[in-house]
């Protein structure tokens, strides 16, 4: 069965970096599109990020644009989600998403941004 497992998250300041991870398994990796979401504290759940099969087209939500980097090596089955120049708003924990015969997402990842 499909399982994906966030890593990476952790306790930075304002302008730090971070890179969270998604293993994936159960399903053909380079087959399929990859997103991240994140959900604030007492908030809807906001899509980040998308790549492609084959990794080379990628999308961005506004607020990150710029910022972060989503990649992916299929050699691996892994996701990638670069997080550069954080800001107090991007708190919040992150999840990695795949559909195939429905959405799946893993357990998520808490980052939390402060000063």
């Known amino acids: 069965q499909v399982q994906l497992v966030e890593s990476g998250g952790g306790s930075v300041q304002p302008g730090g970096s971070l890179r969270l991870s998604c293993a994936a398994s159960g399903f053909s990796f380079s087959r399929y599109a990859m997103r991240w979401y994140r959900q604030a504290p007492g908030k809807a759940t906001e899509w980040v990020a998308r790549?492609?099969?084959?990794?080379?087209?990628?999308s961005y939500a506004p607020s990150v644009k710029g910022r972060f980097t989503i990649s992916r090596d299929n050699a691996k089955d892994t996701l990638y989600l670069q997080m550069n120049n954080l800001k107090l708003e991007d708190t919040a924990v992150y999840y990695c998403n795949v559909y195939t015969s429905r959405d799946f997402y893993g357990q998520g990842t808490q980052v939390t941004v402060s000063s």
């Open positions: 790549v492609d099969g084959g990794g080379d087209a990628t």
